[in-house]
């Protein structure tokens, strides 16, 4: 497989490192699926969304309502201090 075809790779939500804690924390994905090495999947709660980006070289978030942003390891932590 070369790299345009293995970049065009379709990624469920519920695959991803960032669903469970997302989800247990009350928020909803509204990106269902992305295509591509590096992708960012919305999620929202009431009027707080976050991003979180799952690419090739590191994972993060981004809090698009307090501008807040983190690695993957610090998600958790996030989710319990806006709860």
Same mark, same amino acid.
């Given at each position: 497989?070369?790299?345009? #075809?293995?970049?065009?790779?379709?990624?469920?939500?519920?695959?991803?490192?960032?669903?469970?804690?997302?989800?247990?924390?009350?928020?909803?994905?509204?990106?269902? #699926?992305?295509? %591509?090495?590096?992708?960012?999947?919305?999620?929202?709660?009431?009027?707080?969304?976050?991003?979180?980006?799952?690419?090739?070289?590191?994972?993060?978030?981004?809090?698009?309502?307090?501008? #807040?942003? %983190?690695?993957? %390891?610090?998600?958790?932590?996030?989710? #319990?201090?806006?709860?």
């Amino acid at each position: 497989m070369s790299y345009e #075809e293995a970049n065009k790779t379709i990624h469920q939500v519920e695959t991803q490192w960032h669903y469970k804690m997302m989800i247990d924390s009350g928020f909803t994905p509204l990106d269902k #699926e992305k295509e %591509g090495f590096v992708r960012s999947y919305r999620y929202s709660k009431g009027d707080r969304i976050i991003e979180c980006t799952a690419g090739s070289s590191r994972d993060y978030w981004n809090d698009r309502t307090s501008g #807040e942003s %983190g690695l993957w %390891g610090d998600l958790k932590r996030h989710l #319990e201090k806006i709860s």
